[in-house]
């Protein structure tokens, strides 16, 4: 097993990998004690070779891994690309390109909705991946050979993955249908955090604007908090003591003391300061300022019907075309696309709009309709 500890093993390694058309790449990282994940290792394959990159070492310089990910001629290949993209993004400031990721490609190919790595390569390969050490502590050394060897298997069956998928692609003529995804994936939008919009990761259970105001101010606080000081969201301040602040809008520490979600003595830290200061600034703002609350737009009379004859059409279009539903439409992009014909959702962009968007348009005003013939719903023209 080929474990990479120095800077000049890494360049060696890199270069031989830049020959290749395509490598796998995978991360293990941790995420419980911080808001950044922390790297712990990284796995990536060649056609040839194997290597597992122990980015822990502490003469290890990742400039060239970096490098290769910024190489156009190198496909790089991912399952879930997500949260290893994120971290790539965060250590170098760019994001990888070109990537493939096989979570996308195989619900394209039919393989279901976001269908996990070991699934999908006993499903592609037959062979079955040891989960026993799926819960390790990366941050531990030394690491044992079957963790070692786990951790390996994350990207070695995933060359047999990519191979499978992207003849199946090629095949069904689908391989545009991936390309248009990875641009999304591959945007640096994707990747920007935007503190002023924190609050969209609650639930709202506001019902007064000024309430609103200060859930917004509060959530922002607590993001840039976080990533200042590296913890978590809900160490920095929980998100039930800031549905509480947000209502309560305690004034000064025996007013914030009172309160159930606060820790008893808490209101005397200087991070209590600082949320009495958010919940005073909040305040402040004129009432015709104050934000509005969100509210879904009503559905047009008519619509809750037009959405549940989209749904079957969606089945239907998923099953007869072997794409997963999730990836051509969600419930959200029906409610739109039944009460707007001019939706912005992606079902009525790209690949999406000719498999499924034009013909959900022809069925909403009923120049084609959907029927039940014998055990199978069916498609027809009503002229």
Not at 41 to 70: G, K, N, W, Y
Not at 317 to 330: M, R, Y
Not at 343 to 352: D, F, H, I, Q, Y
Request: aromatic share 8%; proline share 4%; with cysteine.
């Amino acid at each position: 097993m080929d474990i990479i500890k120095t800077t000049d093993a890494l360049q060696s390694a890199c270069e031989a990998f830049a020959k290749f058309k395509f490598v796998t790449v995978d991360t293990e990282f941790l995420r419980e004690s911080t808001f950044w994940p922390k790297l712990c290792l990284i796995q990536m394959a060649s056609p040839e070779h194997a290597v597992i990159i122990d980015v822990l070492c502490e003469d290890l310089d990742l400039t060239p891994f970096f490098d290769l990910m910024r190489d156009e001629t190198v496909m790089k290949v991912f399952h879930a690309a997500r949260q290893d993209i994120e971290i790539i993004v965060h250590l170098a400031g760019f994001v990888p390109h070109p990537v493939f990721d096989t979570q996308v490609a195989a619900m394209v190919c039919g393989f279901g909705d976001s269908i996990s790595y070991d699934q999908l390569v006993g499903k592609i390969t037959g062979a079955r991946i040891d989960k026993t050490s799926r819960f390790t502590d990366w941050s531990r050394r030394p690491l044992t050979d079957r963790q070692l060897t786990y951790a390996l298997a994350d990207v070695t069956h995933l060359r047999d993955v990519y191979s499978f998928l992207s003849a199946n692609l090629e095949e069904q003529n689908r391989s545009d249908w991936v390309r248009e995804e990875m641009e999304v994936l591959t945007s640096r939008e994707t990747y920007e955090l935007h503190p002023e919009n924190a609050w969209t990761r609650l639930k709202l259970r506001i019902k007064k604007p000024l309430d609103f105001a200060v859930l917004m101010k509060l959530a922002e606080w607590r993001e840039i908090s976080a990533r200042t000081r590296d913890v978590p969201r809900n160490r920095v301040l929980k998100d039930d003591a800031i549905y509480e602040l947000s209502t309560q809008q305690p004034a000064d520490q025996k007013g914030l003391a009172a309160l159930r979600s606060i820790p008893r003595g808490f209101e005397k830290s200087r991070t209590a300061g600082e949320i009495l200061a958010v919940i005073a600034d909040a305040k402040t703002i004129p009432v015709e300022d104050l934000p509005k609350l969100p509210r879904g737009k009503p559905s047009p009379d008519g619509t809750s019907a037009a959405v549940d004859l989209l749904k079957v059409l969606l089945k239907m279009t998923s099953e007869e075309n072997g794409v997963a539903a999730k990836v051509i439409a969600t419930v959200d992009d029906l409610e739109k696309l039944a009460a707007d014909d001019e939706a912005n959702v992606v079902a009525l962009k790209g690949w999406r709009r000719e498999l499924f968007g034009n013909v959900a348009l022809q069925v909403k005003h009923g120049t084609k309709a959907l029927a039940f013939n014998g055990r199978k719903v069916v498609l027809f023209d009503r002229q």
